[in-house]
Structures are given as C-alpha cells and as structure tokens.
C-alpha cells in the first residue's frame, strides 16, 4: 500500500510545513526540510473553481462560501431581482416539508432532488427551465422507507470527462445517471433482479450492507429486492447524498429516526465506498465493530451482534489532496436508554475520518459516549486551513446541537485546543447506562454559555424583578444541570420534581457556514431548557408498531437481555417519555433566545460577535407584563439561513410558525450583512422565506443567489428561486 502521507501533494506540504504530525516519519522530514520556504497563502478546498458550486457545500470542506464572486456587492444588493422560478408542487405530496436540497452547479446546469420520492431533477441555470427528470420506479421498500422526506441533494463527479450524477434514493439504491440526458449509465452498477427498474446505472445496497452481518447470514427465506429487508430484521434508508472523492462514492445511510425506534435491534449503519467508474463496491467500514476491531470493547453486553443503526445524517466532507472523506454518525438504536447497550459505543456520535480509496480509519473523535440525548450531529464537518500561532494548520471543525463547538487537525485528529472528559449527571432509571464523563471543548466558548450549567441565576427571566423572583421560585422545585441531564424515572423518590437541562446549538436546518479566505465560522443558534422524564413501564405490547423488541422487565433493569423476535416491545421507549417546564403567564423561566448568530475567528478561537436574529415573536413583545421593556434581544423564531459570497455574509430566515424576518412592505428580505460585524449592509425584498440553505454560481457571466423554499403562506410551494442583477 502507498504510504499515506506519500499522497498529499507538495503544494499541501509547502502550505502544512510547519505541522508537528504524528507517526509520520516521512512527512516530518518533508516539514523540515521544507521550513526554510516563505509562508503560502492558503487556498480553498475544490468545488467553486469558475463560479461553479459543485458540492451540497460548495467545496469538498462544505464551507458554503463562494469568497471569490463579486459582482454582487453591499452597494447594489438592493438592485437584485428575481431571475426564475422553479416550482416543486408536481413533485409529490407535502413538498413544502421536504424540500431540503441544495442544488449543485456545474456547466450551465443545476442539479437537485425535488419531493418524497426523491425525484432528480436538471434545470437550466439561466431560465429556470425543467431540463430533464429522473423517478425511481416504486418498490415495496420505499413505500416503507423510514424517510422519504429530508432529501439533502446529490453528488456531482466525472467519468472521462462526462458528468455523472449519483443519488441514493430513500429505497436505498444508488444511482449514476448521465449528467445531460437523466439516462442512467450503460455498463455501471449490476441488475437489481426488480422487473421496473433498468439494467445498469443502479446499485441494490442493501446486498452489499448485510453481506457480512450475522443476523442477516441467519436469516430465514430468500432476498426479495423489492421488500428489502425483512421488518423483523430492521429498516434502512438514506438522507445525505453521497460524496465523491478521487473517483470513489462514498454512500451515507439512515435508519428509522432513533427517537421513534422501538425495539433495540436494527440493522448496523456501515459506511461503503463504490467504485465512480463502474459501480463495484471497493470497502465497507464497520460503524458498530466486529471482534478483533477497534472500539469492540466499547459494546458491552455483547450489544454488537443486534444493535444497528449509527446513521449518517449529515452530509459528509472531503479532502481530496488528502485522500480523506469525514462522516458524522448518530446513536444507535432505542436513543433515550441505554441499558442493552452499556459502554461507550464506538462509533456513535463521532467525527470520522476515512481513507476514501480504502476505507481505512484514519484517526475519530467521539463528540460524546453513549448518547440518549438525541444530540446526534447535525451538520457535515467544516474544512478550512487556519494561521494558529504563525503556523498553518489544516483545520476540520464540528458544530454540535449542544452548542459546542470542536476543532481538529484535520490530518491527524489532533485537537486545536484542548478537550476535557468532565463528569456529567448520571441516570436515576433503572438499569440504564450514562458514560461517567462527557467531552468538552475548553476552547472556543460554546454559542450559548447557558448549556454548562444549566439556568444558574444569570440566564432566569429577568425582564422586571417581579418576573426573576416567580421564574427563582419556579426553579427551586428542580435539579438543574447543564448537557447530559439524563431522563428521570417517574414515580421517583428524590425530593425534587424533575431535572432540567438546557442545549443552546444548532440543527439540520440551518447549518453553520465559514469564509476559507478568513478562517471565520458563522453559527447560528438557540436556547432550549427542558426536564425529560420517563413514564412507569407496562407489561403491554405496543400495539402500534407492533414490532419486535426489548421486554418491559428488561427495561426495568431486571435482566441482561439477547434479542429473540417476538418479544414485547419496549415500554420505555421514545414517544413514552414526557417533558415539561413550567410557564410563568406564557413565558419561559429562562431568558428566551429564539435564534441568534455568532461568529468565531477560529485562528484564534475567540468569539468575534453574537447578535439576534429576526424579529421577536409577538406573544413575546405585546406580552401584558413586558410593555416598555425592550425584548429585542430574544430573536425570532425563524431558523437563520445564511451563506458566504464574495465579501458578504448573505442571510435570511426561514418561515417557522409563520415569524420571519419582515421589511416595511410586510415582505420577507435578504440580508447583506458585513462579514466582520454582522452589520446589515443592505437588502433586498425575496418572494418567500428561504429554507435550509442556500446556493451562488456564476453562468455567461451573470452572478446568481439561489434560495430554497417550503413557504406554504407565501404559496412559494417546495420552490428554488434565482436573483440576480438586472
């Protein structure tokens, strides 16, 4: 095998000579040898060459940022118009709700996925013309998929200079369809034995991910490609578009949401990697380790042989010069308890850092042990080199929903500051399981300091006195934490009502972005504060799902259980738990932030500023008790979507619960904001609010700003809309 240092091109060497990295002898001597060579400038990761916005992110790092397109300015944003229109409504059902993707650009045409069924979808760049679809055709499996909604987008890569496009659909097939035409590639992939479906340009990688799994080895019955997997066996599906790096397709997988499982056995989230040019599956990386591999030991109670799921959500990012494409996991199965799976569990919740030609672990973080949470994380980790202490580094960071945020070299995984593992509250339920520690980052500070303490005397509602002596009251009838407040058992004996504890991130919907030319990571975020408890368990079987699972006597901790179909399911499962927190005459406890946004010099580390976002919800501001009292600082209730272009933070919000950033005509607005300050440096009236994401490129030398909808009040149905200078 080549050395893997060998693979990283001198330009990178040049640009990393001054990096102490580990266990590299090879690449240490290149560094002093090269010490003596004047400082580079740092360039950004590929992807947004010529104006072209080539990944879900932009580049490979999914910055979203776009740094070099300057024809839009702060001076004449107010000029721009809307260019086209591209409508989802005859994509399928509640289009509104899944239009989640970010289109890629590449020669004149974008590329994206429209509706529940996934469809890909080429539109023309300058008139928002419909070019050409692609529909898988149905299967029992996707009408039984777990998430048929939330599909991110697609991967964008070549083949002897011809693109291709690669979708995995929720039915979990990938696909390689022909960049011009939709027509799906002659010779690629092999005959997934379904009558509707063609002969080539398709993979079935449901074979491919049990192939090697126990359970399914011991299976009974023959495969039937259009069920899939057996539903006493567990369901899968996919979220996250593939990525593709040096000429290999790295597919992401999903599973039914952890906070609906039902039962602990599911089937294991494993990373895979398919040859570009012909389909052929290269490698698989076991999320959950087999004996023998590293972190097995992390699985107590033999949970390895039934627990699955590890899903990557998020969409990932890559360093093709590296070599290196990192995936972001979530937890394994039933998420609010932990007891049949004691132990840390690698790799759940972890940052990982792959070989994309092998597959071979490179080096991971785990952002936190054992999660029953649903901290899952959110968003792809963001690439960008950084200038720490006059040495160039090249960074990976990781925003959490917690808050947190996370820094790494992203050759080594070597943390830019340090991490400590500090103790954290421990689960009252019986025979659960909470990891002693919990990793903390020392530095950056979180996006909300709220969440290491918990609502201490700083964060109470504190608009009048009146109002902080109630929320005080209120509080001294709970236990107050910060992260990783467990779910307390009710009926309990403990001489408090219930815990709270407070995250203060982000979400999927609405993803950090960062300026490679600054080393600048912008954030959005918001408070929540809760007290998760868990109702008595019953005998019962649940007669929803109807589903196999783990016993109720189980859960109460009375016996280590080995999973057999059949048998009752959970009673403590997610859906059973309740929170609650109560209100002071409509308004929380805690000081309300309903979104915010920060910016971080991650250079240094240090917080650069930190202000609201949108406007205050109005139960909020005409509150009878807050008259006269500026309540301005609450932001509004609208995820903050933004991106970076040119010397510009562009941002706008999303229209949740009908509250979203308005002007005077009492129409949504895009925002030109400075990208030091935050400063509103001017704006411009959109038709809807955007949603998710949003996207530049430029075409025949017009600069464009696409942004996604799912208004339904504004009647902007699932749609994409273009502006632009006139």
């Given at each position: 095998m080549i050395p893997f240092y060998s693979r ?545 006597e189980a859960w109460r901790g009375r016996e ?167």
């Amino acid at each position: 095998m080549i050395p893997f240092y060998s693979r990283v091109p001198k330009k990178r060497l040049i640009q990393w000579a001054q990096i102490r990295v580990a266990n590299s002898c090879q690449f240490l001597l290149a560094s002093i040898f090269l010490l003596a060579l004047p400082p580079a400038t740092f360039s950004q990761l590929q992807g947004i060459e010529e104006g072209s916005w080539q990944y879900l992110g932009g580049d490979s790092g999914h910055t979203r940022a776009s740094p070099h397109l300057s024809q839009i300015t702060a001076e004449n944003f107010d000029e721009l118009e809307v260019a086209w229109t591209w409508r989802g409504d005859n994509f399928g059902p509640n289009v509104e709700y899944t239009f989640r993707s970010t289109p890629v650009y590449v020669d004149g045409i974008l590329y994206t996925v429209a509706g529940q069924r996934r469809q890909v979808v080429a539109i023309d760049a300058a008139t928002g013309e419909t070019l050409w679809t692609f529909r898988e055709p149905e299967t029992m499996r996707y009408l039984r998929s777990p998430r048929t909604d939330f599909g991110k987008g697609v991967a964008y890569g070549e083949i002897d200079e011809q693109g291709i496009i690669y979708v995995t659909s929720p039915a979990f097939f990938l696909w390689a369809l022909d960049a011009r035409t939709g027509v799906p590639l002659k010779n690629w992939g092999s005959e997934t034995g379904i009558d509707s479906f063609s002969e080539s340009g398709v993979v079935d990688l449901i074979p491919h991910l049990v192939n090697d799994w126990p359970r399914w080895l011991e299976r009974e019955g023959a495969y039937d490609p259009s069920h899939g997997i057996p539903q006493k066996l567990g369901m899968v599906t996919a979220s996250a578009p593939p990525i593709v790096v040096n000429g290999v397709v790295v597919v992401l997988i999903g599973h039914e949401p952890s906070y609906d499982q039902t039962r602990i056995e599911n089937v294991p989230g494993d990373i895979m990697g398919f040859d570009a040019r012909t389909g052929k599956e290269l490698w698989k990386f076991h999320v959950i380790p087999r004996p023998g591999e590293f972190g097995h030991e992390t699985w107590e109670n033999d949970a390895w042989q039934w627990s699955g799921d590890m899903s990557s959500w998020a969409p990932a990012s890559a360093d093709p010069e590296l070599g290196l494409v990192y995936i972001v996991t979530n937890a394994s199965t039933v998420q609010s308890y932990t007891g049949h799976r004691p132990g840390h569990n690698l790799f759940g919740g972890s940052v990982i850092a792959l070989d994309a030609a092998t597959g071979e672990r490179r080096w991971h973080f785990q952002i936190h042990h054992s999660e029953q949470w649903n901290y899952d994380i959110p968003t792809a980790p963001i690439l960008m080199d950084l200038n720490i202490n006059g040495e160039a580094v090249p960074a990976l960071i990781q925003n959490t929903k917690q808050g947190l945020i996370f820094a790494f070299n992203r050759v080594t995984g070597e943390p830019l500051w340090p991490i400590e593992e500090r103790p954290v509250m421990q689960t009252q339920v019986p025979g659960n399981y909470t990891a002693a520690t919990q990793p903390y980052p020392t530095w950056p500070e979180p996006l909300d300091p709220i969440i290491i303490n918990g609502i201490t005397e700083e964060f109470l509602l504190d608009y009048t006195p009146e109002l902080k002596a109630q929320a005080r009251t209120v509080l001294s009838d709970f236990e107050v934490g910060g992260l990783y407040v467990p779910a307390l058992p009710y009926p309990h004996a403990n001489n408090y009502r219930n815990v709270v504890g407070c995250v203060g991130g982000l979400n999927i919907y609405h993803p950090p972005v960062a300026d490679p030319t600054s080393g600048i990571l912008y954030a959005s975020h918001r408070r929540s504060c809760s007290a998760p408890a868990f109702m008595e368990p019953t005998n019962g079987i649940d007669e929803v799902r109807g589903l196999p699972g783990l016993s109720a006597e189980a859960w109460r901790g009375r016996e280590r259980h080995t999973p057999t179909t059949g048998t009752t399911v959970a009673a403590w499962a997610p859906g059973r738990s309740r929170e609650f927190l109560p209100l002071i005459d409509r308004l929380p406890v805690y000081k309300p932030l309903f979104q915010g946004m920060a910016a971080y010099d991650m250079n240094t580390g240090e917080k650069l500023w930190d202000i609201p976002i949108g406007e205050t919800p109005e139960n909020i501001k005409n509150h009878p008790l807050l008259q006269g009292i500026d309540t301005s600082a609450t932001g509004g209730t609208g995820h903050s979507i933004q991106m970076v272009m040119g010397d510009l933070l562009v941002q706008t919000t999303e229209d949740l619960r009908g509250d979203t950033e308005l002007n005077e005509n009492n129409n949504p607005v895009l925002n030109a904001r400075d990208l030091r300050t935050g400063e509103i440096l001017n704006r411009v009236e959109i038709p809807a609010p955007g949603q998710y994401g949003m996207m530049a490129y430029m075409h025949k030398g017009n600069q464009y700003i696409v942004l996604q909808s799912g208004s339904v009040k504004r009647r902007q149905t699932g749609a994409l809309f273009a502006l632009r200078l006139p």
